[in-house]
């Protein structure tokens, strides 16, 4: 997946927040089966354009699916997205949330295939492979996990894995190129197509509707407890912020993923046209917002001054949907950024 460094991951300040990623991203779905009953109807009714058997090469041997899944199984909350954005509902999941709020976008798609709420295992201590194994899935979706390395031996006795062709695509691949994978293992390519067409679109209507955005430089940081990273460095792929218009800032080029860090003496390194900041770990951050807002050198900057700077939101999940965008998240984080992008380039 395109990534700003990974800070903000879904599980906002509590689990396995590192670094922040960005991504340009788009996403829809349909259909499914359910939650009381999960699985005791089609998991997917979408007609497939891949003819059974399908064989997938990955890092750790052949998956071969016999014929088209009607009981799907995740092994993390992105392969859940795209189970959802395909209009299948899982028939096992893991708690991503555990045991708090379903995400706004997340719980639209749930509602629009006619459920409530999914059927979860805790994976507090990774995956329940006998949870998992008592669902009975036909497939497993995992081409949205780092736990694979551990996870495939014991996952394959149980059904066939659907995973990435080679151990480094785990941080690599686009959420468009992992839809593809798992769209290929349930007969579900032009679907997975018409997905990521939708999803472009979303992105490109947002830009389009305002051009103030085109060419302003921009700067991302996200505020860690032990540090402020330059999310945005140069070398990061293209993400959301890109696919609406902005640019990266000039200082980008002094950053990377292995030298991010932003010290509180170097704060006007931020400086861009829009700067934009996160705090997925609230008041057990470096500093809060209100600390560095009345820091003398960070009120100093052009972009602070002229009131062209904003919060990304944690709470309602916007920071980790923007950090891990996936088929199912995109067109929510484009609806949910554009107005904050919108007031700070007005300088509201």
């Known amino acids: 997946m395109n990534r700003l460094t990974r800070a903000a991951g879904r599980r906002g300040a509590v689990r396995t927040l590192l670094a922040v990623a960005t991504a ?38 052949t998956t071969e699916v016999a014929k088209k899944p009607v009981r799907v199984a995740t092994v993390s909350d992105g392969d859940t997205d795209i189970a959802l954005a395909l209009g299948i509902v899982p028939v096992i999941t893991p708690d991503a949330e555990d045991g708090g709020p379903v995400p706004e976008y997340k719980q639209q798609a749930i509602d629009k295939l006619g459920k409530t709420k999914l059927k979860t295992y805790d994976d507090t201590d990774g995956t329940d492979y006998e949870a998992v194994a008592e669902a009975a899935p036909d497939v497993i979706l995992g081409v949205n996990t780092w736990a694979m390395n551990t996870d495939y031996a014991k996952l394959k006795p149980i059904a066939p894995v659907v995973t990435y062709a080679d151990k480094k695509d785990a941080d690599t691949l686009t959420w468009q190129e992992r839809l593809k994978i798992a769209a290929k293992a349930l007969g579900m390519t032009d679907k997975a197509e018409q997905i990521i067409a939708a999803n472009e679109k ?18 991302y940081a996200v505020v860690h407890p032990e540090q402020i990273t330059y999310a945005s460095y140069a070398d990061q792929d293209p993400g959301v912020f890109e696919g609406l ?30 700067l934009l900041i996160t705090y997925p770990f609230g008041d057990n951050g470096l500093v809060s917002a209100s600390e560095l807002e009345k820091n003398k050198l960070f009120a100093s900057l052009k972009v602070v001054k002229g009131k062209h700077y904003a919060v990304v939101p944690s709470e309602n999940t916007l920071a980790s949907a923007v950090a891990y965008p996936d088929a199912l998240s995109s067109p929510w984080v484009a609806q949910k950024l554009t107005p904050i992008l919108a007031d700070a380039v007005a300088g509201k």
Not at 37 to 59: D, H, M, Q, R, Y
Request: aromatic content about 6%.
């Open 24 to 61: 340009l991203a788009l996403a829809t779905g349909c259909s499914g089966s359910g939650d009381d009953k999960a699985g005791s109807e089609p998991a997917a009714t979408t007609a497939g354009s891949a003819a059974f058997p399908v064989k997938l090469t990955n890092a750790w041997g």
């Open 245 to 274: 218009g902005l640019t990266k800032a000039p200082n980008a080029k002094k950053y990377s993923a292995d030298k991010n860090a932003v010290s509180l003496e170097n704060l006007d390194e931020l400086e861009a046209d829009v």
């Open 202 to 219: 979303a992105f490109t209507d947002a830009a389009a509707a305002h051009p103030e955005f085109k060419g302003r430089t921009y700067t």
